[in-house]
């Protein structure tokens, strides 16, 4: 429970002091299934990126698309030709967000990815030391991304999952 302090300054001005807003930690990543039996992969944030939220105040979640890594060279360039092709930030702009009082919680917004969005809500449970939410995406409906090479294709639905270290 939050607790907040009034300090009286001069006898007329009552500032509030509470509880600084915490930056947190943020991870992603997605689970991706091919046509091919068997050839399936992760895309996850770099080990070196560095994403943080804090809950109640911020109103957009940028994520670096070239920061997004499959685990493999050539992999991540198709990725980036195919799926993020103007190499912008996979963003979250956030409407409406009561996670500051802790889990179970919700975010509402939309996702913008290569200048088409979906509206998402984003319901956070408390796992471990995270607030954990599904995500998923469908390439072709909510984005117009086909993702295809030599005969492997990308399957339409993405699964993922967003993490906060709380």
């Not at 500051?100 to 979906?118: H, L, R, W």
Request: some cysteine; proline content about 4%; charged content about 30%.
């Amino acid at each position: 429970m939050m607790t907040k302090k009034a300090l009286i300054l001069f006898g007329f001005l009552t500032l509030t002091i509470g509880p600084k807003a915490k930056a947190l930690e943020v991870d992603m990543n997605f689970d991706v299934d091919t046509n091919m039996p068997g050839v399936s992969f992760k895309v996850n944030l770099k080990e070196t990126t560095k994403l943080s939220y804090v809950p109640g105040k911020d109103k957009e979640l940028k994520i670096p698309t070239k920061n997004l890594t499959t685990g493999m060279d050539m992999r991540d360039e198709h990725m980036q030709e195919m799926v993020f092709k103007s190499g912008g930030d996979l963003v979250f702009k956030i409407a409406e967000d009561n996670c500051a009082k802790g889990a179970p919680c919700s975010v509402q917004g939309e996702f913008i990815v290569e200048g088409k969005s979906k509206k998402a809500t984003l319901n956070f449970v408390k796992s471990g030391d995270f607030l954990e939410a599904p995500i998923e995406f469908l390439l072709k409906e909510d984005f117009a991304i086909e993702a295809s090479r030599m005969g492997v294709s990308v399957e339409n639905k993405l699964p993922g999952k967003i993490r906060i270290k709380i």
